[in-house]
Every structure is written in C-alpha cells, then in structure tokens.
Antibody, heavy 119, light 107 residues
C-alpha cells in the first residue's frame, strides 16, 4: 500500500532554512506528481507546492514563491521541500501527498512533520 | 485565483443525523472538486473527487453532488467516527485552493 513518511521538521529561527523530506513506497514514485500541503496551528489546510512526475513542472502558492523549492529524486523515491527565509507564519504541520493525476487532488497523505519558526 | 467558500464553518449534529456541507467556488470549476476529512493529529483523508466519485474504501453514507460553482457533501447518517473537519478543494489549475473547513461536532 502507499506509504509516505515525512521528516525534517524542526524548530528554527526566522530567516533560517530547513529541508523537509518525504520517503515514498508502495507505488511507482516516478509516475506520479507530488504535493506539499500545510496546516498552521488552529488553521485550515493550505496547498503549498506541486511537482510533476519527472520534476519538469512545479508550482507554488504565492506566499512561498521565491523562498521554497520543491524537488524530487526518483532514484531514491524521495520528495523534498527546501524552505529558505523562514517566517513565523510558515509554522505548520507539513504534509506530503501523492497526486492523483496532473496537478489534481491528493489521493494519499503522509502523517506530517511539524515546522516551528520561532526566535 | 479561484476562491472556495464553505458553509457552515461549524455545525452540531447527533449520531444518525443527515448532514450537508456546501462549498461554493468563485467561478465555474467544472466538477474539479475533492472532499477531505481531517481529524486532529491525523493526516487528511480523501473522501470524494470529481465532485461525486467516492474514493475506494470510503463508506457509502458519504456522497457528493453539484456542478458549476456550487457543490455539496452529504453524510446520510452521521456515525461517531464522522466527527471531524471537512474540507473541499478545487484542482487542475494552480493554486489548488481549499475551503476554510467545516467542523462537525457532537450535539
């Protein structure tokens, strides 16, 4: 069955960087797009970024454009989110998710990893 | 960007009740709508996609309908495990926006 395991969440100071990872198994990783979605404390779900199956297409929510980079290593079945210039408002649980088809909805979700941005 | 507005933001219901949640898009999204269930401390769970297609393994008491800009999630007979927050999400064009969520609480 599909399994997605996020890691890399940490407490970091504003302005610092962090890289999240999502290890995938149970499906052909290189055939599916992947998403990052976050949920700030007490808030709703917010889509963050998406990457196509081969990494050639990416897109981001406006609030992270220029600061976050989504990438993938299909040889390692791993998705990444490089987060730079972190702000307090980036504090959230970050979920990775398997795309159903071509930048659509998240069919399978990881358990999430908590990122806290605080001085 | 297309905005998604859910209503109500919360509701109280009893086991066995029929519950309806509405999601309105700021423009026609041509049935490109998914519904998720979210419980505290757990990952979201896909319930329906393409507005009305039930995801495999999801109980048939969940159903979806709608077209154009207006969509509905219905739980025909609320069960104890259904108390959660529900989100709609439009897709196929970015940004992939979620509704603000509807929390279903025990009455």
């Amino acid at each position: 069955q599909v399994q997605l395991v996020e890691s890399g969440g940490y407490v970091v100071q504003p302005g610092r960087s962090l890289r999240l990872s999502c290890a995938a198994s149970g499906f052909t990783f290189s055939s599916y797009g992947m998403h990052w979605v976050r949920q700030a404390p007490g808030k709703g779900l917010e889509w963050v970024a998406v990457i196509s199956y081969d990494g050639s297409n990416k897109d981001y929510v406006d609030s992270v454009k220029g600061r976050f980079t989504i990438s993938r290593d299909n040889s390692k079945n791993t998705l990444y989110l490089q987060m730079n210039s972190l702000r307090a408002e980036d504090t959230a649980v970050y979920y990775c998710g398997k795309d159903y088809a071509m930048f659509s909805f998240v069919q399978n979700w990881g358990q999430g990893t908590l990122v806290t941005v605080s001085s | 960007d297309i905005q998604m507005t859910q209503s109500p933001s919360s509701l109280s219901a009893s086991v066995g009740d029929r519950v309806t949640i509405t999601c309105r898009a700021s423009q026609d999204i041509s049935n490109s709508l998914a519904w998720y269930q979210k419980k505290p401390g757990k990952a979201p769970k896909l319930l329906l996609y393409a507005a009305s297609i039930l995801e495999s393994g999801v109980p048939s008491r969940f159903s979806g309908s709608g077209s154009g800009t207006d969509y509905t999630l219905t739980i025909s007979s609320l069960q104890p495990e259904d108390f959660a927050t529900y989100y709609c999400q439009r897709y196929y064009t970015t940004p992939l926006t979620f509704g603000q969520g509807t929390t279903v609480e025990i009455k």
